[in-house]
């Protein structure tokens, strides 16, 4: 076992609204030969994703923030190259949380062996990974139901797309706001949503009255702002929310002010509920059957937008700020 000389990302200033490329840095560093029960790994695909953001801030929140001049933390997919694990061999594909880098040590305990058969092996980072669990627990956490109107912001992203083709398979009707036409036509036509609406044409509480006039049942929040405000107005009594995520504040400075309809909470009886998928992995391998037999059948389909190279990471990051992903942001390595 040798030592060898990987390249990783790190955060070396904390950003101040949007991040900029100044904010990281692509580092060499030499790893250490393996210690006994650790394997090493050649990461082949690596995730970028929103919450990342939200690391960045040296803030107490409910993971802990990126170190400055130390490599960040992701999703990754990797292939074993050196084992002093039993359980694992050369050869063997494992996610991990070791993304952000071409070579990483760890434990392997640490890592999740996934199966070489399905393909393409990045999957495991979207439709099959934490961003179609992250779908799939939201529908589970407000018992979205056949019968239900559920309107998906962020349509066309990682979880947005996941969600809306699980909820059609659960018997629902689907409505989602995406960021472009061709981002419209790919939830529409692609992932089934029933009616698809470009936000940036027309206000969101217009375009959402016109597809649901008799109003929705469920709301699967992945932007805030005013595709929540518009929601409040449109969900019928007893209706629920999802709050999995906000992208259109995560870069500001300074909070904006809530919904200014927010007491429909109230008269309404609405239920909200947060959503985070590190409270559903009890259950990772009840997904992982769902999941992955609708994708062996082709009834869920994966969605990536694919950037190469390592060098490549922080700009692939950057770019899910601009809308620059349909499905799910991958950085494939190698």
Do not use: C
């Given at each position: 076992m040798s030592s060898i000389t990987t390249r990783e990302v790190h955060l070396v200033s904390r950003p101040k609204g949007m991040p900029v490329a100044a904010d990281f840095a692509l580092v060499e560093s030499q790893l250490p030969p393996l210690q006994d029960q650790q394997v090493r790994v050649r990461n082949l695909f690596l995730s970028v994703d929103p919450y990342m953001r939200g690391r960045m801030n040296d803030v107490k929140s409910y993971m802990p923030a990126f170190e400055l001049n130390k490599a960040m933390e992701?999703?990754?997919?990797?292939?074993?190259?050196?084992?002093?694990?039993?359980?694992?061999?050369?050869?063997?594909?494992?996610?991990?949380?070791?993304?952000?880098?071409?070579?990483?040590?760890?434990?392997?305990?640490?890592?999740?062996?996934?199966?070489?058969?399905?393909?393409?092996?990045?999957?495991?980072?979207?439709?099959?990974?934490?961003?179609?669990?992250?779908?799939?627990?939201?529908?589970?956490?407000?018992?979205?139901k056949a019968g239900d109107v559920?309107?998906?912001?962020?349509?066309?992203?990682?979880?947005?797309?996941?969600?809306?083709?699980?909820a059609k398979l659960k018997g629902c009707r689907v409505i989602g706001s995406a960021g472009s036409p061709e981002k419209v036509a790919f939830s529409h036509d692609v992932c089934g949503y029933d009616v698809a609406f470009d936000y940036k044409t027309g206000p969101v509480l217009d375009q959402l009255k016109a597809a649901a006039p008799d109003g929705i049942d469920v709301y699967f929040d992945n932007v805030g702002g005013e595709s929540l405000e518009a929601a409040l107005s449109c969900l019928r009594p007893h209706g629920r929310i999802i709050a999995c995520g906000g992208i259109s504040g995560y870069n500001e400075e300074k909070p904006k002010p809530g919904p200014s309809n927010l007491f429909n909470m109230t008269t309404k009886r609405l239920t909200m509920k947060g959503l985070l998928v590190r409270d559903?992995?009890?259950q990772q391998a009840e997904f992982e059957k769902e999941a992955g037999?609708?994708?062996?059948?082709?009834?869920?389909?994966?969605?990536?937008t694919v950037v190469n190279g390592i060098d490549h990471a922080v700009s692939a990051f950057l770019g899910l700020f601009s809308g620059q992903n349909m499905g799910k942001m991958i950085v494939k390595l190698g």
């Open positions: 992701g999703g990754a997919v990797g292939e074993v190259v050196e084992s002093r694990a039993a359980g694992l061999k050369q050869g063997d594909v494992v996610t991990s949380n070791y993304g952000w880098r071409e070579y990483f040590n760890a434990p392997a305990k640490e890592l999740h062996q996934v199966s070489k058969e399905i393909q393409p092996l990045s999957v495991y980072l979207g439709a099959l990974g934490m961003t179609g669990m992250t779908a799939w627990a939201g529908l589970k956490l407000v018992e979205v559920i309107y998906i912001s962020g349509a066309a992203g990682a979880v947005g797309s996941v969600a809306g083709q699980l559903w992995l009890e037999g609708y994708f062996k059948a082709g009834k869920l389909k994966h969605q990536e």
